[in-house]
């Protein structure tokens, strides 16, 4: 039920919407995922994928929102769906605490809804589970594209990248609307950038969101991101694996690359977190990076840039619920050597 600290009744991420100039290559890269594509929206041109828990929408209608959004950012993030107790009730206190109502004659979805990071949407549902929207409001494929699903069980956490002195705005809007809390800070600089960020965890746990602010010059990858992307929006999403060795070991050689990391990396990392049970050299072939304490550990790896400045995060989780703070600077330097070689730095 909704309450004093979770007081829209929110419950998790139902999907996460997509559109792009680019359906092939976006398509591609969902299968190399492990997603597979299902079903249809009965009226409208939009693709269900499906791997678990983690359910996305791909919208290829040329006209409506999701077509204007990817017109002015490219590929995009449109839109995502929360999970509800009641979408009316959530939907009408949301914007008795302040939220913007997004009104039906923009929607390409039949939810409530309001307007999130960048003026994307954000719908509420409270149909899922076993009585879903997929089964109502969706149709089956004749020619379904099912691939074998590679591991990822839900969506672990979210990033949004926003403009230098708004991130205290964005984070007051997801407490003050929705009733996160926030559960950490990080001032995080590189060899030559830096940025600040917010992690805000939802009233009912089941996802964070990270929110990243540029520091110093306008050379850093949160500026880099604002500019291509054409303002604020999703950086990346975050998949929870079950075995991520597994898992990437299922991806090689598909269309997804991910980050580079040093090779000193892994002089030291089992010497500081001699408890990790994966296979080293696995783990170095993939270069996964592994961060953690005495009470437990994680294991998590970077794509590159997949749609337009959009990339993926994949990680595992043993016993740890941070964001892999001990890794930052060996990712935020890998991102840099990236940035060197597309010529931004």
Avoid at 62 to 90: C, L, N, Q
Avoid at 103 to 116: C, F, H, N, R
Avoid at 193 to 212: H, K
Wanted: glycine share 8%.
């Amino acid at each position: 039920m909704a309450s004093e600290t979770n007081p829209l009744g929110l419950l998790g991420i139902e999907f996460t919407e997509f559109a792009t100039p680019d359906n092939d290559f976006m398509h591609k890269v969902f299968l190399d995922f492990g997603f597979s594509m299902l079903k249809k929206h009965k009226e409208k041109d939009i693709y269900y994928y499906q791997q678990n828990d983690i359910n996305f929408l791909m919208n290829r209608d040329r006209a409506g929102f999701s077509a204007g959004f990817a017109k002015s950012h490219g590929p995009a993030i449109t839109s995502m769906g929360w999970r509800v107790e009641d979408a009316e009730y959530a939907y009408k206190h949301a914007v008795e605490r302040g939220a913007k109502a997004a009104p039906d004659s923009v929607k390409d979805l039949p939810y409530p809804a309001i307007y999130g990071i960048g003026d994307s949407l954000i719908y509420f549902i409270d149909r899922f589970g076993a009585d879903n929207i997929y089964a109502t409001d969706f149709v089956d494929l004749d020619e379904p594209v099912i691939v074998q699903e590679k591991g990822f069980m839900e969506v672990d956490h979210l990033t949004n990248n926003v403009y230098k002195g708004t991130m205290e705005q964005w984070s007051n809007f997801y407490k003050d609307v929705f009733g996160f809390t926030e559960v950490r800070y990080f001032d995080i600089k590189g060899s030559q950038t830096a940025l600040i960020s917010y992690a805000l965890r939802s009233p009912d746990g089941s996802f964070c969101i990270p929110i990243n602010e540029g520091k110093g010059d306008d050379r850093n990858q949160i500026d880099e991101y604002l500019r291509e992307y054409n303002g604020p929006g999703v950086q990346h999403l975050a998949f929870r694996s079950r075995d991520i060795v597994a898992s990437l070991d299922a991806m090689e050689g598909s269309s997804i690359a991910t980050l580079d990391i040093i090779p000193e990396y892994y002089d030291t990392i089992f010497e500081k977190l001699p408890q990790v049970t994966e296979d080293r050299e696995r783990i170095k072939h993939h270069q996964i990076l592994v961060d953690g304490d005495e009470s437990g550990y994680l294991l998590q790896i970077f794509t590159k840039n997949l749609f337009g400045p959009i990339f993926i995060e994949i990680i595992q989780r043993k016993n740890n619920l941070g964001f892999g703070e001990g890794n930052f600077k060996a990712l935020f330097e890998s991102i840099e050597r990236d940035q060197m070689r597309r010529g931004v730095l």
